[in-house]
T-cell receptor, first 113, second 113 residues
Framework: GQQVMQIPQYQHVQEGEDFTTYCNSS?????IQWYKQRPGGHPVFLIQ?????EVKKQKRLTFQFGEAKKNSSLHITATQTTDVGTYFC?????????????FGQGTILTVHP | SQTIHQWPATLVQPVGSPLSLECTVE??????LYWYRQAAGRGLQLLFY??????ISSEVPQNLSASRPQDRQFILSSKKLLLSDSGFYLC????????????FGEGSRLTVL
């Protein structure tokens, strides 16, 4: 099945600094999804990207899908303490009609006030 | 609107004891259902998924089993727990689309002693 590698594993930033996490695959992805999991909570869907070169924004969050559809990134501008958590990318296992997702290992973001 | 309920939220079980985690979805019909496990500080491992009543696919060989006795009910079981079964278990649902956005339950934190 599809494998996605996510880097970095950990990121510590001062409040106000930017943050980026990357998701990479050796194969072309049909889509990429991003989830956020707050400490002690459950993953919550953020967004899905399906088109080559697609860029989507949600307030301070910018999501990109690479031109070759083999990588994606999530960038947070001017982090806040509310951004703390683990960010996962996930991709749909190709060839299926249901949402069997393979998740990256996640990037744990810590924001120091 | 759709909701997902998962219980119990936490449990501590001795090695060799049985396990039953239950998940129900409301507000939708014929959802795809999933059980994921998350070890501490790690990513999400897909354990089982189901596209319909009585249809269960296992992703990882283990001493766990899953059942779907009703359309919106998904149960994770074990006859004899191992120490390695400790973790955070997440039930999720999605609609039968290629997009496969997942909606997660609150999770069940299992500690096997």
């Amino acid at each position: 099945g599809q494998q996605v590698m996510q880097i970095p594993q950990y990121q510590h930033v001062q409040e106000g600094e930017d943050f980026t996490t990357y998701c990479n695959s050796s194969t072309t992805l049909s889509n990429i999804q991003w989830y956020k999991q707050r400490p002690g909570g459950h993953p919550v869907f953020l967004i899905q990207l399906v088109k080559s070169g697609e860029v989507k924004k949600q307030k301070r969050l910018t999501f990109q899908f690479g031109e070759a559809k083999k990588n994606s990134s999530l960038h947070i501008t001017a982090t806040q303490t509310t951004d703390v958590g683990t960010y996962f990318c996930a991709t749909n296992a190709g060839g299926t009609s249901y949402g069997k997702l393979t998740f990256g290992q996640g990037t744990i973001l810590t924001v120091h006030p | 609107s759709q909701t997902i309920h998962q219980w119990p939220a936490t449990l501590v079980q001795p090695v060799g004891s049985p396990l039953s985690l239950e998940c129900t979805v409301e507000g939708t019909s014929n959802p795809n259902l999933y059980w994921y496990r998350q070890a501490a500080g790690r990513g999400l491992q897909l354990l089982f998924y189901s596209v319909g009543i009585g249809q269960i696919s296992s992703e990882v060989p283990q001493n766990l089993s899953a059942s779907r006795p009703q359309d919106r009910q998904f149960i994770l079981s074990s006859k004899k727990l191992l120490l390695s079964d400790s973790g955070f278990y997440l039930c999720a649902w999605s609609l039968g689309q290629p997009t496969g956005e997942l909606f997660f339950g609150e999770g069940s934190r299992l500690t096997v002693l």
